[in-house]
């Protein structure tokens, strides 16, 4: 991951960052998510600052607790992945930034970044490659090398599935934590795993991730431990890094949940991440960019003689795509994708009217998908209809799982 992948060179098909801006953080994290229509995982620097919003948002998953309706549930980061470098964090709280880029491939779906940090006359490269599969919605990866620059140094890189997320993109209240974390086990193998349940509806959501390690040689000494919390578990990794040389880690991550699942949520993560492990991340990657690939086949929009035009239309439709199941799993379209919480993650009674033509010419099987959320929820609908005296069914103006109306009070007349 040492130079630009030459795929991500294409101006068209990239959308770019070249510094960390501490203004401009959540909206660049809005703009750089990720996602495979299951999940949705905003573009968030990995090892965190107060400045961004971590969210992480999987579709259909909602829950009500304090809040004035059912809202999706920001539920636990399985990416927040810390560097300590002779007791210091790689961030620009504690050391220099002296380069910075991401960048995001909309034609494969890639999040790919290199930051060079410095303190004390030595620097610091850190680069990360992450993706949420299309060709197995319940898998992602994410990839992070590093290398001291100008001296040896001891380092400690910390991979946490955390806990502690809320939701506090909303317009009025205090911020809720909308689950309860059941479960946190170091399974063995360097694989972590952490359940949580919804407070109102009891879905359980399992995250299971499986860590891999490569360079320095038997030399480095590696040495792996596991820290459980009761809201968090991280797997560390302390070595000491030679002069020049890049040390690799790859987390495979596997989410399931009672929603969609039957039978044993955490047997299902840990086959899924083992598995994962095993076929490695370029196999990974590959079947990825493959599913991408033939849903652009069908979706592009060929644009001549403006670039700008061109970038802002895929960048338009990637959105699209990135919200669309590769199977049905009984959920539509929020106004603000899966990247924000905002609007609560509802279904809007006018999401057909801006959104399925695009689906009904391009991919006609997912346009049938959304449909039938509507169709299992008719029933809501005519109901909704005869409490107003109507005949007929009529649509609530904001929907969630069961299909009444969830609009706030807040915005009612």
């Known amino acids: 991951m040492n130079e630009l992948p030459e795929s991500l060179t294409a101006e068209e098909w990239t959308i770019s960052e070249d510094r960390i801006d501490r203004e401009q953080m959540r909206y660049q994290e809005a703009i750089l998510t990720l996602g495979n229509g299951y999940l949705g995982s905003r ?7 107060e400045e961004g919003y971590v969210g992480t948002y999987l579709a259909g998953i909602y829950d ?33 930034v002296l380069e910075h880029r991401r960048v995001l491939d909309m034609k494969r779906a890639v999040l790919w970044r290199r930051t060079i940090f410095a303190d004390a006359g030595r620097r610091y490269e850190y680069e990360s490659r992450r993706f949420f599969s299309l060709n197995d919605m319940h898998l992602g990866v994410l990839s ?38 059941t479960e946190t086990s170091d399974l ?3 694989i972590s795993y952490l359940e949580a349940r919804t407070n109102d509806l009891g879905t359980v959501i399992g995250m299971a991730t499986a860590i891999s390690m490569k360079g320095g040689g038997p ?33 495979y991550i596997s989410i399931y949940t009672s929603r969609e699942t039957e039978g044993d949520i955490k047997a299902a993560c840990l ?8 076929h490695g991340v370029s196999r990974l ?24 035009l061109q970038k802002a239309l895929r960048f338009d439709i990637y959105h699209l795509l990135a919200i669309a199941p590769p199977q049905d799993i009984d959920v539509s379209l929020a106004p603000k994708a899966l990247s924000s919480e905002w609007y609560g993650g509802h279904v809007f009674w006018d999401t057909e009217i801006f959104m399925l033509p695009f689906f009904i010419h391009t991919q006609p099987r997912l346009a049938k998908d959304f449909l039938m959320y509507r169709c299992r929820r008719l029933e809501q609908a005519r109901r909704c209809a005869r409490n107003q005296n109507y005949e007929g069914a009529l649509w609530p103006w904001e929907s969630a799982e069961s299909g009444a109306d969830e609009t706030p ?3 009612v007349n």
């Open 188 to 190: 063995g193998n360097h």
């Open 43 to 49: 573009g968030v620097l990995e090892e965190g600052y």
């Open 219 to 251: 030399e480095s000494k590696v040495k792996m431990e596991t820290q459980v919390d009761d809201e968090f578990i991280t797997a560390e990794h302390s070595f000491t890094a030679k002069e020049g040389t890049r040390y690799e880690f790859d987390e």
């Open 271 to 278: 086959e899924r991440v083992e598995r994962a492990r095993k």
């Open 409 to 411: 009070q807040t915005w």
């Open 144 to 181: 992070i090398s590093f290398r001291s620059l100008d001296d040896a140094a001891s380092v400690v890189v910390k991979h946490t599935i955390d806990g502690t997320t809320r939701n506090e993109m909303q317009a009025v209240g205090e911020p809720i934590k909308h689950y309860a974390v």
């Open 285 to 308: 990657l590959r079947d990825h960019a493959r599913a991408w690939g033939e849903r652009w086949i069908s979706s592009d929009i060929k644009i001549e003689g403006d670039s700008s």
């Open 64 to 96: 009500k607790s304090d809040a004035q309706s059912f809202v999706i549930v920001n539920v636990p980061n399985p990416l927040r992945t810390g560097i300590f470098v002779d007791g210091k964090k790689l961030s620009m709280e504690e050391m220099e």
